[in-house]
C-alpha cells in the first residue's frame, strides 16, 4: 500500500528566503505527483502537477521529481506572508482505469516578514 | 467557470441524525472524490466516482456513509446515522486527467460538527 510521508512537519522562513519541502512515497509505480496549498479554513488550491523526472515550475513554485530515489519537493521562490499555510503532496497510482491518490499528512510553512 | 461547489458550507447535526451534504463538481470533469479531513488522519478518501461510477467506497466507511452521482453535474454524500466521531471538514473534489496533464480542484469543504 502507498505511503507518502512529508517533512518537515513545520518550517519557518523569511520573506524572500527559498522554502523548500519534501515528500517521499513508496509505490515505484506512482505516476502523476501535485502539490497542495491550504491555507487555515478553506479548500485544497492545487500548485504543480509532475508527471517525468525533473523539473516542472508554476510561477513562483517548482517541483522536482526523482522517481529512483522516490522523492519529490517542492521549492517556493521568494515566500510571502501570504504563503503561510499548510502544503500537501499527493501521490497517484493509475490502476486500470482508476486513479488512485494518496496524500501525506503536511508539512505547516509560516512565512515571517 | 465556478469551480467545485459545496453545500451546506456548515452543518452542525444531533447524534444519530441523518445528513446530506451535496457537491457540484468542474464542468467536464469525470472524476469525483469525496474526502474526510482531520487534524489528526489527514485526507481520507471516502468515495472515488469515475463518469458516474462508483470505483472506491472507503472500505472502512462502507456502513454509514453513502455517496451518489445520478448525474455528472451533481453529488452527494449521505452519512446515517450520524456520530460525534464523524466532526470534521468534509472535501469534494473533482479532477479530468490526460497521460501528460492533471486538472483537479478542490470545493471549500463542510464542516460537520456532530453533538
Known amino acids: 500500500q502507498q505511503k507518502v510521508q512529508q517533512s518537515p512537519e513545520s518550517l519557518t522562513v523569511s520573506e524572500g528566503a527559498m522554502a523548500s519541502l519534501n515528500c517521499t512515497f513508496s509505490?515505484?509505480?506512482?505516476?502523476?505527483f501535485r502539490w497542495y496549498r491550504q491555507h487555515s479554513g478553506k479548500g485544497l488550491e492545487m500548485l504543480v502537477s509532475?508527471?517525468?523526472?525533473g523539473e516542472k515550475e508554476e510561477g513562483r513554485f517548482t517541483a522536482h521529481l526523482n522517481r529512483a530515489s522516490l522523492h519529490v519537493s517542492l521549492h517556493i521562490r521568494e515566500p510571502q506572508p501570504s504563503d503561510s499555510a499548510v502544503y500537501l503532496c499527493?501521490?497517484?497510482?493509475?490502476?486500470?482505469?482508476?486513479?488512485?491518490?494518496?496524500f501525506g499528512t503536511g508539512t505547516r510553512l509560516q512565512v515571517s516578514p | 467557470d465556478a469551480g467545485v461547489t459545496q453545500t451546506p458550507r456548515h452543518e452542525v447535526a444531533e447524534k444519530g441524525q441523518t445528513i446530506i451534504l451535496k457537491c457540484e463538481p468542474v464542468?467536464?470533469?469525470?472524476?469525483l472524490f469525496w474526502y474526510r479531513q482531520t487534524k489528526i488522519q489527514g485526507l481520507e478518501l471516502l468515495s472515488y466516482f469515475r463518469s458516474k461510477s462508483l470505483m472506491e467506497d472507503g472500505g472502512a466507511f462502507k456502513d454509514r456513509f453513502k455517496a451518489e452521482m445520478l448525474n455528472s453535474s451533481f453529488s452527494t454524500l449521505k452519512i446515517q446515522p450520524t456520530e460525534p466521531k464523524d466532526s470534521a471538514v468534509y472535501l469534494c473534489a473533482s479532477s479530468f486527467r490526460t497521460v501528460s496533464s492533471y486538472e483537479q480542484y478542490f470545493g471549500p469543504g463542510t464542516r460537520l460538527t456532530v453533538l
Open positions: 499527493a501521490v497517484s497510482s493509475p490502476s486500470s482505469n482508476t486513479d488512485k491518490v494518496v
Open positions: 509505490d515505484g509505480t506512482s505516476d502523476n
Open positions: 509532475i508527471f517525468s523526472d
Open positions: 464542468s467536464g470533469h469525470n472524476d
